[in-house]
């Protein structure tokens, strides 16, 4: 039968309940951080990234004359303000608890780190003209910094059930530990580099590069390694590589209840993930079609990240 551990989070019982919020609280900025790097996809595929021509304001203004452009950009840095204060006010509320304070400082700055960073690059790419390597750190880091809220999220709700148990494989069935590590591992680092792969294609303006499918384009597969032609190849290549992994990372943990859920997830959304993709070829990049990929790519990221967190950081040992 399943093992299980129990928690040991050395929180006062008295306190698990203000946990348990702020748990809960941190996922819900981690599901507002979604819908704001969603809205940013759309800003891009809208034409709106120079809508706001300065930065911090807008054309010299806090609140600009709108038009559609400028209500979409205008909104996304709204939005954007209101994810980094309402992460000042819950990483204060954090720390001002002594019980959470040792467990919970690290990840904090690590967020605050990346929450930094992303202000300073959505400036840059403003100020840049969307150069390619601001958009491309803008988009790598805000899902970092959504993966981090995740984490956080699912260690204070960890801190606040000392009492519950963890499930445990079954060694009669459990995957070989080695296996795992590995099946997860290039899943994980492949699909890093097919999220920047995927920003570089974007800010490039590569999408419609290779414009057929299968093929790239009158009828060859592989016409070229160069250019936003090759770089367009190498982010369906790497696409592809990257769904073979995270299948074979889901077949790896089949057995590993507490793995099961993240890689069986992230399957089921790489699947979908190529069959957007492709309609993106093939309908030549509409706009909700290119918020949808990104979206699945948010939701990839974060999925695969609690997975991976889970089998090489070790959530399991950590609340043991």
């Known amino acids: 039968m399943a093992a299980a551990h129990a928690v040991d989070s050395g929180v006062p019982s008295n306190e698990s309940a203000i ?6 609280a941190f996922l819900a900025l981690a599901a507002l951080t979604y819908c704001l790097i969603v809205l940013g996809a759309l800003v891009r595929a809208h034409g709106a990234g120079l809508a706001c021509p300065d930065w911090p304001l807008c054309f010299g203004e806090v609140i600009p004359e709108f038009d559609f452009k400028v209500a979409f950009e205008w909104g996304h840095r709204a939005l954007a303000g209101t994810v980094g204060l309402l992460f000042a006010a819950l990483a204060f509320l954090t720390l001002r608890r002594p019980s959470l304070r040792g467990a919970m400082r690290v990840g904090l700055v690590v967020a605050a780190f990346l929450l930094a960073a992303q202000i300073v690059l959505g400036g840059l790419t403003v100020l840049q003209l969307l150069a390619y390597w601001t958009v491309t750190s803008h988009l790598v880091t805000g ?3 959504a993966l981090a809220l995740v984490l956080l999220g699912r260690r204070l709700l960890a801190i606040s059930r000392p009492d519950e148990s963890r499930l445990e494989a079954d060694p009669a069935t459990a995957p070989d530990d080695s296996l795992v590590s590995t099946a997860t591992g290039l899943a994980g680092f492949l699909l890093v580099i097919q999220v920047i792969l995927g920003g570089l294609v974007s800010s490039n ?7 057929d499918w299968p093929t790239c384009i009158d009828g060859e597969f592989f016409p070229t390694w160069s250019g936003i032609r090759g770089l367009h190849l190498f982010h369906r290549v790497t696409g592809y590589a990257t769904a073979i992994a995270l299948f074979g990372a889901a077949w790896a943990t089949r057995r590993d209840p507490r793995l099961r859920p993240w890689f069986g997830t992230a399957a089921l959304l790489v699947l979908a993930q190529l069959i957007v ?8 990049v509409p706009v909700e079609i290119t918020g949808l990929h990104s979206a699945l790519a948010a939701g990839l990221i974060c999925t695969v990240g609690v997975g991976v967190y889970e089998v090489w950081l070790g959530d399991r040992r950590l609340f043991r």
């Open 143 to 145: 899902n970092a910094f």
């Open 277 to 284: 993709g492709i309609l993106n070829v093939l309908w030549r």
């Open 19 to 24: 946990a348990a919020r702020l748990g809960y």
């Open 205 to 211: 303006y590569a999408g419609l590069a290779c414009p």
